[in-house]
């Protein structure tokens, strides 16, 4: 073989202008991300009409990122462990519980830093405890941290008796995790984006994202190729419960009081805003930009419902039946550019 | 051929026992840089047993694995690749959902410092499959879910050249094609081999095996009853050996 015309033919074939960082946004900003940001834009459009134009009040945004932030951490993780093929149903009961941790750390005169690092540390161990549990006892994700949503349930129940713990000493830490940044928004907003920059790069471009994808894409092959699969998953849960910390404790620092049913049905609304932002249930694809448009989305139904004069009650009802039809429209979606994503 | 043939794998009296059932028993065989050798048996010759043993899947009950003339033992089908042996199995060990990129370094991706390599990723995926002669295809972009059977196998064998292996082994790799696919297969297998890979192919059509080896091994009830060149060789003749084993008017050829 001619070595040299063949190089000059290959490099005819395939355009070689470094595409390395605008392939990467590409893979990030994909189109099912273009077409969340079309329903999200939907809905800002119809709440303005609906609230009589509240909802675009400058007054109303900086709640909204607050709860699209709280949401949206645990959202992150939940989808990242999600593209891998697993769930993680105790993540609302990790959320309170290493939170109300803090709070009570705290109460009894610990430092914010120190209350901090503990919840973190018990996010962490709770997640690590998750991937062992699902990876080591060979249980299917969905029932093991079934059983462990209940489990620190009721453990926190136990500890708090159900109260809420409110903490009124001035702490730097609580400023910065939840505190006002500017112009009303606060600190979690911040945290929020950095973390999903983060795990962006992450999955789109490490090893271990090329990892996740793989594991849940078709776990089978990738063992073929040498990627530890039990590590990867374990690793997984631990970020996912680690994340679930964070967001717990960002909210304190929002609220400075915490409950336990302060994190209640985070793990379903977490994975309703994944499911939203694209992220496919049976693992393998999925989008972080997407997951953050997603909860951005479910804090907006939950902020333009209340503007417009509908009853609360409504919000779970709507997410509903959200989640239904984005998943009947991302079926579609995928069909028609089935690969092209 | 022009390219030297140089002994790159030796089995010498492998037997595998499970329990009281013997599968293979003393198979003595070396494989050589730039062939392609068709591994050919009924169901429940030995065929499958042999290649698991090669790419370490299966570990012999006795004899013994000589790599570039050292002697190896494989723990694992991990330790097997390390050495430089590759198994393509039928499901090819591809994640659909995954780019062509993506996959074609999954587990071995290059870095610059924590981040993958993308750059370097796509010119040498490219660079790689157009090697072999995969040459149509859009982007390495693409998921593998959009690529024909020929296309997945395309990469699957790229992959093996592009880290080194010196024994590559296909099972079944044109079961699934057309006609035009397998002769597409055909080519990277040539080209696989014009790289200086062994190639052991195990495939069940007669017909295509006498058009793409160079060289024939028969498995029959657990032995390896034939070693032969492909040159003029019959499909009758090879079914003959399949079904009732050696013909009495065969001589064992090395």
């Known amino acids: 073989m001619n070595r040299d015309s063949t190089m000059k033919e290959h490099v005819a074939l395939f355009d070689h202008a470094d595409r390395g960082w605008k392939q990467t946004f590409q893979s990030i900003v994909r189109s099912r991300d273009s077409s969340i940001v079309l329903a999200a834009a939907i809905l800002v459009l119809l709440f303005s009409l609906t609230s009589g134009g509240q909802f675009l009040q400058g007054s109303t945004w900086p709640t909204i990122l607050s709860s699209t932030a709280e949401l949206g951490i645990v959202t992150i993780g939940v989808a990242l462990l999600m593209i891998g093929g697993d769930f993680d149903l105790s993540v609302g009961a990790n959320f309170s519980f290493s939170a109300l941790i803090m709070a009570t750390l705290m109460e009894h005169g610990e430092s914010g830093l120190v209350g901090m690092l503990v919840a973190l540390g018990i996010g962490l161990f709770i997640g690590f405890l998750n991937g062992i549990i699902t990876v080591f006892l060979a249980i299917p994700s969905f029932v093991a941290t079934l059983g462990t949503w209940l489990i620190w349930e009721g453990v926190t129940l136990v500890v708090t008796g159900g109260s809420t713990i409110t903490v009124f000493q001035r702490s730097v830490v609580l400023n910065l995790l939840g505190g006002v940044l500017v112009g009303g928004i606060r600190w979690e907003v911040l945290w929020w984006v950095v973390i999903g920059i983060v795990v962006s790069i992450v999955l789109y471009r490490t090893p271990f994202g090329n990892a996740v994808f793989a594991v849940g894409g078709r776990a089978q092959s990738a063992r073929e190729a040498g990627v530890p699969v039990r590590r990867i998953r374990v690793i997984s849960f631990t970020v996912c419960g680690l994340l679930a910390a964070v967001a717990g404790v960002v909210q304190f620092g929002h609220l400075q009081s915490m409950a336990s049913s302060y994190g209640e049905y985070y793990q379903l609304y977490a994975i309703a805003a994944a499911v939203v932002g694209g992220t496919v249930l049976t693992g393998g694809r999925g989008s972080i930009v997407g997951t953050m448009l997603g909860s951005l989305i479910l804090s907006m139904l939950d902020a333009g419902l209340i503007l417009s004069g509908v009853s609360t009650f409504w919000y779970q009802a709507v997410i509903g039946a959200i989640v239904i039809v984005a998943v009947a429209m991302h079926t579609r979606l995928s069909r028609l550019v089935r690969g092209g994503d | ?254």
């Open chain 2, 1 to 254: 051929m022009s390219e030297t043939h140089r002994e790159i794998l030796r089995a010498e009296h492998v037997t595998k026992r499970f329990g009281p059932v013997t599968a293979i028993e003393d198979i003595t065989v070396s494989f050589y840089t730039h062939q392609i050798t068709g591994i050919v048996g009924d169901n429940g010759a030995g065929k499958s047993t042999f290649v698991k043993i090669i790419s370490g899947v299966e570990q012999p009950t006795s004899g013994q694995l000589f790599f570039e003339g050292r002697a190896v033992k494989f723990r694992s089908a991990r330790d097997a690749r390390r050495t430089g042996i590759e198994a393509v199995h039928q499901d090819l060990g591809l994640v659909e959902s995954m780019s062509v990129v993506r996959n074609f370094f999954l587990g071995m991706e290059p870095c610059r410092g924590l981040l993958m390599d993308m750059r370097r990723m796509r010119e040498e995926a490219e660079r790689r499959l157009y090697e072999i002669g995969l040459r149509n295809l859009k982007s390495v972009d693409q998921d593998v879910a959009r690529l024909s059977g020929g296309e997945r196998q395309a990469i699957s064998i790229g992959r093996a050249i592009a880290f080194e292996r010196k024994v590559l082994i296909l099972d079944e790799p044109t079961s699934a094609l057309s006609v035009k696919e397998t002769q597409k297969v055909f080519d990277y297998m040539r080209n696989a081999r014009q790289q200086g890979l062994a190639v052991l192919a195990i495939m069940h059509s007669m017909r295509q095996i006498l058009d793409i080896a160079d060289r024939i091994v028969i498995f029959w009830h657990g032995r390896l009853i034939a070693d032969l060149p492909n040159d003029g060789m019959d499909e009758n003749v090879l079914a003959e050996y399949l079904h009732n084993g050696l013909p009495e008017s065969a001589t064992i050829a090395t």
